[in-house]
C-alpha cells in the first residue's frame, strides 16, 4: 500500500506531496544521477530541458533494472545549479513525462552553487519502495 497525502495545516504542494505513507517491504536508493547517457557522454550540455528529461531517464532506468518503476518513488531530492523559477518550470513541465500527478513523491528541490562538472545543471537523488 501506497499513501500520497498532504496533511491539513500545511500549505497545498506544487508539484510535490508532503508525505508518503508505505508499508511496502524493499526500499531502493537511488545516488544521485545526472544527465550522462549509457556512455557515460554528458547529455544536453547547453540544454536544461534536455538534461532533466536525460536524469529523468537515467532514474527509470535504474528503477527498472530493480523491478521497480517511477510509480515506486516515495521521495527525490532535485539539486540544480543557479536555481530560477524558469528552471523550476522546466522540471515540473518535463516531469509530467515520467510522473503522475496523482502520485507525486515528497520531494525537495535545492538551488546549488556547482556540481561535479561544470557542464551538468540539476541532480536528482530517489527513493522508491516496492513489494
Excluded at 10 to 34: D, E, I, Y
Excluded at 69 to 85: A, E, G, H, N, S
Aim: no cysteine; net charge neutral; hydrophobic share 45%.
Amino acid at each position: 500500500m501506497k499513501d500520497h497525502n498532504n496533511p491539513p495545516g500545511l500549505a497545498t504542494p506544487a508539484g510535490f506531496s508532503h508525505v508518503v505513507r508505505t508499508n511496502r517491504k524493499t526500499t531502493l536508493v537511488v545516488a544521485g544521477q545526472v544527465a550522462y547517457d549509457a556512455q557515460g557522454q554528458i547529455v544536453g550540455a547547453e540544454d536544461f530541458e534536455q538534461q532533466v528529461r536525460q536524469v529523468y531517464s537515467n532514474i527509470r532506468t535504474a528503477l527498472r533494472q530493480n523491478a521497480a518503476d517511477m510509480v515506486d518513488l516515495v521521495k527525490t531530492t532535485i539539486f540544480v545549479r543557479d536555481l530560477t523559477p524558469e528552471k523550476i518550470a522546466v522540471i515540473r513541465a518535463v516531469r509530467k513525462e515520467f510522473l503522475s500527478d496523482e502520485a507525486l513523491p515528497a520531494s525537495t528541490l535545492v538551488g546549488v552553487q556547482a556540481l561535479a562538472k561544470p557542464q551538468l545543471m540539476l541532480e536528482i537523488e530517489a527513493v522508491a519502495m516496492v513489494d
